[in-house]
Nanobody, 128 residues
Framework: VQLQASGGGSVQAGGSLSLSCAASGFSSDDYFIAWFRQYPGKEREGLTCIGRSDGNIYYSESVKGRFTIASDNAKNTVYLQMNSLKAEDTATYYC??????????????????????WGQGTQVTVSS
């Protein structure tokens, strides 16, 4: 499995950014993609997760209402639209993927240890 993350960058507070995660190599369409972020010296925090086959979506309370996850199944790509960004959203963002081993529990909530495939991190910097 390969996950290719892209997007990110710098934006002023209140602005928006979009991240993409292109997935390949899963043996079936039954897999889950999650977005995490990591602050320096901290553990990765699960933000949102989507089931590729059923489209079920989960959000952490920290981003609910501001971040939106979506999947373009034709492109095997998951997007993270981040709106109303705050300085505290500054972090390195990762996408992660997992097959059907844990079913939807892998998203409820998302823990880094439950995901076996990771994209490279992409930096998001929000200036106040």
């Amino acid at each position: 499995v390969q996950l290719q993350a892209s997007g990110g960058g710098s934006v002023q507070a209140g602005g928006s950014l979009s991240l993409s995660c292109a997935a390949s190599g899963f043996s079936s369409d039954d897999y889950f993609i999650a977005w995490f972020r990591q602050y320096p010296g901290k553990e990765r925090e699960g933000l949102t997760c989507i089931g590729r086959s059923d489209g079920n979506i989960y959000y952490s309370e920290s981003v609910k209402g501001r971040f939106t996850i979506a999947s373009d199944n034709a492109k095997n790509t998951v997007y993270l639209q981040m709106n109303s960004l705050k300085a505290e959203d500054t972090a390195t963002y990762y996408c992660a993927g997992e097959g059907p081993r844990l079913k939807e529990r892998v998203c409820q909530p998302s823990h880094p240890a439950d995901f076996t495939s990771w994209g490279q991190g992409t930096q998001v910097t929000v200036s106040s």
